[in-house]
T-cell receptor, first 112, second 115 residues
């Protein structure tokens, strides 16, 4: 089955800095890669996603890049703000089995 | 608010017991997904139902079962509970059946504590 590795597990930055979270996946059949933000005690919320036919996608301060050859994808957050502090999860979804596999999460802490 | 509702919010029970978690999807959504989130295992996909039929199965234990009813709400049944089943259980819904094209909307979760 699919295996998703996410790094780092904790990321501490100063407000205004950029943050990068990386995920690698093992199954070349995975073709959809969403990113979720989960604030403490709350539900995961989709923040951005990318499909395997696209290399990069941006939405304001958030961007995701995908390297299918190397089987890795990354979340980039620019001009971080304290409200960006949360746990971020990546996921890879197998287009054949439809089973989503999640990374273990990255706790992002943005210091004012 | 995602439009997905889950009840109860909290559940405390003893080992060996059986519980039922309930989920109502967003209006118009046909797929329901169940996830387990624990500190040591992270977020794990359990099972997906689409319009009443099982669509995909993940790491769901045999002690666990689910179903989706004609009105599209879903129930997750957990039996012979063990301490390790203590976790946050999320339900999510999406419009169609393809997890590689549909956005999933998560409910607020049910926190299960097994004592």
């Amino acid at each position: 089955g699919e295996n998703v590795e996410q790094h780092p597990s904790t990321l501490s930055v100063q407000e205004g800095d950029s943050a990068v979270i990386k995920c690698t996946y093992s199954d070349s059949a995975s073709n959809y890669f969403p990113w979720y933000k989960q604030e403490l005690g709350k539900r995961p919320q989709l923040i951005i996603d990318i499909r395997s036919n696209v290399g990069e996608k941006k939405d304001q301060r958030i961007a995701v890049t995908l390297n299918k050859t190397a089987k890795h994808f990354s979340l980039h957050i620019t001009e971080t703000q304290p409200e960006d502090s949360a746990v971020y999860f990546c996921a890879a979804i197998d287009g054949g089995s439809y089973i989503p596999t999640f990374g273990r999460g990255t706790s992002l802490i943005v210091h004012p | 608010d995602s439009g997905v509702t889950q009840t109860p919010k909290h559940l405390i029970t003893a080992t060996g017991q059986r519980v039922t978690l309930r989920c109502s999807p967003r209006s118009g959504d046909l797929s329901v997904y169940w996830y387990q989130q624990s500190l040591d295992q992270g977020l794990q996909f359990l099972i997906q139902y689409y319009n009443g039929e099982e669509r995909a199965k993940g790491n769901i234990l045999e002690r666990f079962s689910a179903q989706q009813f004609p009105d599209l709400h879903s129930e997750l049944n957990l039996s012979s509970l063990e301490l390790g089943d203590s976790a946050l259980y999320f339900c999510a819904s999406s419009a169609r059946q393809d997890t590689s094209t549909d956005t999933q909307y998560f409910g607020p979760g049910t926190r299960l504590t097994v004592l």
